[in-house]
């Protein structure tokens, strides 16, 4: 694998950057990308510098940003082995409440949410059939169960349907697809509502993603459910 090429959105905090970690330690090239490629430049340093660790610029609800980096990556990089469709954002809602965001504000989380791994998936396949490489999504363990009023839930819900579409469309090609459905998880990305819950580590997440991508090429993890011990049984 020595130097093959893993792309991670949403790599400058939380799940991602911990993600990136693992990756680089073990032997990953890294392709980092997040809105605020700023936000990227330390740890590009600390995980190897610009020979192995590329700091990009990507919104993941434009495809054009997408298509542009995926192209740009497997010309200059030579391939892309890992794709890590990670970014996500969460709002708060309700359908019988005034609690949570307004209705004009959830566009954008559906839009990087659904969109986001979609247009992810599809502007890395081709590159990724070329290796016979792995497509890993973040779902959640909302995308597996009922929350009430919640419509993160349901985008990650559509996430578990796109991981199994995307799987069954190129399972002749050689590229394995897994969706990691993390249970709470300490990052910047949880409400505060939560807040006291049992939460696991950002890197409790990046080693199942890490499980996935270093099983032999026989072997396609499909999907990867971690909660925290104690979450509660309706999460
Ligand atoms: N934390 C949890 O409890 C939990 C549980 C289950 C699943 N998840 C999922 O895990 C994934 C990562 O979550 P996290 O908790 O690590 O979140 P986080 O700490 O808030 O980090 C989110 C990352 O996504 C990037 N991002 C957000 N919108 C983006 C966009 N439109 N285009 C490109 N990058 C974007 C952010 O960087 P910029 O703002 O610079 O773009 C950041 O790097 C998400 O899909 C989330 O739904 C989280």
């Given amino acids: 694998m020595g130097d093959s090429v893993f792309v991670i959105t949403g790599a400058s905090r939380g799940i991602g950057a911990a993600t990136a970690e693992l990756a680089a330690a073990a032997g990953y090239r890294l392709v980092l990308a997040s809105r605020r490629a700023e936000d990227l430049v330390n740890a590009g340093m600390r995980l190897g510098g610009p020979d192995r660790v590329w700091a990009a610029s990507c919104d993941v609800t434009s495809w054009h940003d997408l298509a542009f980096l995926m192209g740009r990556v497997e010309e200059e990089w030579g391939s892309i082995d890992v794709v890590f469709a990670n970014a996500g954002a969460s709002v708060v809602t309700s359908f019988t409440s005034d609690e949570g965001a307004p209705p004009a ?74 969706v990691v459905q993390p249970g709470l998880t300490d990052t910047g990305a949880i409400p505060a509502s939560r807040a006291t819950e049992p939460k696991l580590d950002p890197a409790d997440v990046g080693r199942a993603v890490l499980y996935a991508v270093s099983q032999p090429p026989s072997v396609d993890v499909n999907e990867v459910v971690v909660r925290p011990t104690g979450q509660g049984p309706y999460r």
């Fill in 105 to 178: 504000e959830w566009a954008d989380m559906v839009l990087t949410n659904v969109c986001g791994p979609a247009y992810t998936a599809k502007a890395a396949m081709p590159a990724l059939v070329r290796s016979r490489g792995h497509l890993v999504l973040t779902g959640s363990a909302a995308g597996r169960g009922v929350r009430p009023g919640n419509l993160y839930s349901a985008t990650k819900w559509a996430v578990t349907g796109l991981a199994q579409n995307i799987r069954a469309e190129c399972a002749d090609t050689g590229v394995r697809v897994t």
